[in-house]
């Protein structure tokens, strides 16, 4: 473990530590080549994950005691009230989409265990718990640099989704809310990943469970973006009103310095 004293150096290594992984998810795929396994196969895509999750604890356990690893990425925190809560947000979506939308038949596991299980896990580690997490809790930058980071990588990656300019561009703009959403959500509630983790991955399922207008990218149409403002203003109420049952607030931490 290294111990770095001046917020400069820890800013710096959050930022360094952030594009390092970046570039080895992008080429995390050469790992299953070497080891002649088809990458879309479900051991494939495990090993992958695996990987990737092996990388973010090693990064994080250079500057971060190895007794506190899981619980500074948020991994030791309630699992089943994470999922729980996060269940109880999307339920809006579930019920939109269940009468108004129509299920998809022709999706398939490997599908539905690469784009929501891993997806929703995978990002939310590396862009949550550990390139937030690292600006916000190791560098304690305040919220908004912490944030912006992450969000702007986590909606560039989703750019291909849009057919032109202005749908790309909206991708863009949904994604990157999404993730000062989560990043919010993950901080509000005592940094427990599984609460952003669970969003992620059940929001994502209900776009691939059900088929309606605009479930074939990420930005959505009226319909599902409606069901969607539902879900997130649930999510801020039930967030509000655990902080006033606590007698705590909203925002309880710094928000603009650097």
């Given at each position: 473990m290294i111990?770095l004293?001046s917020?400069?150096?820890r ?10 992984i970046?570039l ?6 050469l790992?299953?080549t070497l080891?002649?396994?088809p990458?879309?196969?479900i051991p494939g895509l495990?090993?992958k994950?695996?990987l990737?999750t092996l990388?973010t604890?090693?990064?994080t ?7 506190e690893l ?5 991994l030791s925190r309630?699992?089943?009230h994470g999922?729980?809560?996060?269940l ?5 979506l579930?019920?939109v989409?269940?009468?108004l939308g129509d299920?998809?038949?022709?999706l ?6 690469d ?5 929703g896990?995978?990002?939310?580690l590396?862009f949550r718990?550990f390139?937030?997490g690292?600006?916000?809790?190791y560098a304690?930058?305040?919220f908004?640099?912490?944030?912006i980071l992450?969000a ?9 989704q ?5 749908s790309a561009?909206a ?10 959403y989560?990043?919010?959500m993950?901080?509000?509630w ?5 609460i952003p983790a669970g969003?992620h991955i059940?929001?994502?399922g ?13 930005a ?10 539902i879900s997130?203003a649930?999510?801020i109420a039930l967030?509000f009103?655990?902080h ?6 909203l ?5 603009w310095s650097l």
């Open positions: 111990q004293t917020k400069a150096a800013i710096a290594y959050s930022i360094i530590a952030s594009i390092i970046i080895i998810w992008r080429n995390i795929g790992a299953t080891l002649d396994i990458g879309n196969s495990s090993i994950a695996l990737l990388v604890l090693g990064l356990i250079i500057v971060i005691k190895p007794k899981f619980s500074f990425l948020g309630n699992i089943l999922l729980g809560l996060a109880l947000c999307v339920l809006p579930y019920l989409f269940l009468f299920i998809n038949f022709e398939t596991f490997p599908v539905f265990y784009k929501c299980i891993l997806t896990f995978k990002e939310e590396v718990a390139m937030f690292m600006l916000f809790r304690k930058t305040g908004f640099w912490a944030v992450p702007l990588y986590f909606g560039s990656v989703h750019l291909y849009g057919h032109d300019v202005v561009l991708t863009f703009g949904v994604t990157f809310i999404g993730a000062l989560f990043s919010w993950y901080a509000e005592d940094f427990n990943i599984w969003l059940l929001m994502n209900a776009w691939f469970i059900f088929t309606m207008e605009g479930t074939e990218i990420a959505g149409g009226l319909i599902s973006n409606i069901a969607r403002i997130i649930l999510a967030t009103y655990h006033k049952k606590r007698g705590g607030k925002f309880d931490y710094p928000i």
